[in-house]
């Protein structure tokens, strides 16, 4: 009787060990998901900035109301970066909060620039 009683503590130890790591393991990934996410996510923003400002150069080259253009883009690129990052923190819970490195826009554009690397192998393809 003791041996089979040894069989399953071994057992119940081995699956328990086997789900903990595993459980560490999905974890792991799924924060790194998240991170790429946020990568993604602000790369995005900066790219519509991009257009914006190309879109208000256009404007202006065409003289097509250079004044009332002129502030509609800065409204419009001020209010982007703004609540761009306020959206992203809102989508959060609480428990993912921690993680993220950023709390405004100044902190995210350091958190971009810190995954440089990692921007530019996501938009590679408009690059070949």
């Given at each position: 009787m003791n041996i089979w009683l040894l069989h399953l503590l071994v057992f119940i130890f081995?699956?328990?060990?086997?789900?903990?790591?595993?459980?560490?393991?999905?974890?792991?990934?799924?924060?790194?998901?998240?991170?790429?996410?946020?990568?993604?996510?602000?790369?995005?923003?900066?790219?519509?900035?991009?257009?914006?400002?190309?879109?208000?150069?256009?404007?202006?080259?065409?003289?097509?109301?250079?004044?009332?253009?002129?502030?509609?883009?800065?409204?419009?690129?001020?209010?982007?970066?703004?609540?761009?990052?306020?959206?992203?923190?809102?989508?959060?819970?609480?428990?993912?909060?921690?993680?993220?490195?950023?709390?405004?826009?100044?902190?995210?554009?350091?958190?971009?620039?810190?995954?440089?690397?990692?921007?530019?192998?996501?938009?590679?393809?408009?690059?070949?």
């Amino acid at each position: 009787m003791n041996i089979w009683l040894l069989h399953l503590l071994v057992f119940i130890f081995g699956y328990v060990t086997c789900r903990t790591f595993y459980f560490f393991r999905a974890n792991r990934i799924s924060l790194s998901l998240i991170k790429l996410s946020h990568i993604i996510y602000l790369s995005t923003v900066i790219r519509s900035i991009e257009t914006l400002i190309e879109a208000r150069t256009t404007a202006l080259v065409n003289n097509i109301e250079p004044t009332k253009s002129r502030d509609f883009f800065e409204d419009e690129i001020k209010t982007l970066k703004e609540s761009s990052v306020a959206y992203l923190l809102q989508l959060h819970p609480k428990f993912y909060r921690d993680i993220l490195a950023f709390d405004d826009w100044e902190s995210s554009m350091r958190y971009l620039n810190q995954n440089k690397e990692a921007v530019f192998k996501i938009w590679k393809m408009d690059h070949d």
